[in-house]
């Protein structure tokens, strides 16, 4: 079956620093991405959709200048934390679409633990 | 904005019982909905996923039925296992007529215990 990775699995670092969380689909390609975030005992929230080749779009909420999307190839994504402080600090999950999946279904990264001290 | 619910919120139950979680969502607008499961510090495993078009799915012990008109779906285990302990999220994608991929709602999930 199709296989999502994510790196790191866990990260931890200072306040103020930026943290880069890379999402890689390993046997297809994927023209979309989507990046999801978990806050301990609440459920997913998507955060943002990253199309190979333009800009991501961002759900209502979520600043685009602090959560940086790069979806340069179709088998990469990348998301980057900019000045992150503790509030920052979760679960972020990603998945992908296969690009001629006749199910359409999204494929999901193990995730990557951010805690920001 | 569409919300997902889900209930009950926990659930503990002996072995071998089989079992019901409910999964409602406010806007019947869907493209599909999806079962997942989540164990403790990790990510997803899908577990069934239903078109709009479809009534129900069903993989081993574990059968999804969908509602779409009242909002409904809900996920019946068969014979639970300890194995079986885990979250399980509910989660619909809205319907995106250009014909892209569109991200999912999901539930808060409904957090299962099956004793040995």
């Known amino acids: 079956g199709a296989v999502v990775s994510q790196h790191p699995s866990w990260v931890i670092c200072k306040s103020g620093t930026s943290v880069k969380i890379e999402c890689r689909s390993l046997?297809?390609?994927?023209?979309?991405m989507f990046w999801y975030r978990q806050f301990p005992k609440q459920s997913l929230m998507l955060m943002a959709t990253s199309n190979e080749g333009s800009k991501a779009t961002y759900e209502q909420g979520v600043e685009k200048d602090k959560f940086l999307i790069n979806h340069a190839s179709l088998t990469l994504s990348t998301l980057t934390v900019t000045s992150a402080h503790p509030e920052d600090s979760s679960f972020y999950i990603c998945s992908a679409r296969e690009r001629l999946a006749e199910r359409d279904t999204q494929y999901f990264g193990p995730g990557t633990r951010l805690t920001v001290l | 904005k569409q919300e997902v619910t889900q209930i009950p919120a926990a659930l503990s139950v002996p072995e071998g019982e089989n079992l019901v979680l409910n999964c409602s969502f406010t806007?019947?607008?869907?493209?599909?909905l999806q079962w997942f499961r989540q164990d403790p510090g990790k990510g997803l495993t899908s577990l069934l996923l239903i078109q709009s078009s479809q009534r129900e799915q069903t993989s081993g012990r574990l059968n999804a039925s969908l509602d779409k008109s009242s909002g409904r779906s809900t996920l019946y285990i068969a014979a639970s296992q300890p194995g079986d302990s885990a979250t399980y999220l509910c989660a619909v994608r809205r319907y995106y007529s250009g014909g892209g991929a569109d991200g999912l709602t999901f539930g808060k999930g409904t957090h299962l215990i099956i004793q040995p």
């Open positions: 806007d019947s607008a869907i493209y599909n």
């Open positions: 046997d297809f390609q994927a023209t979309t």
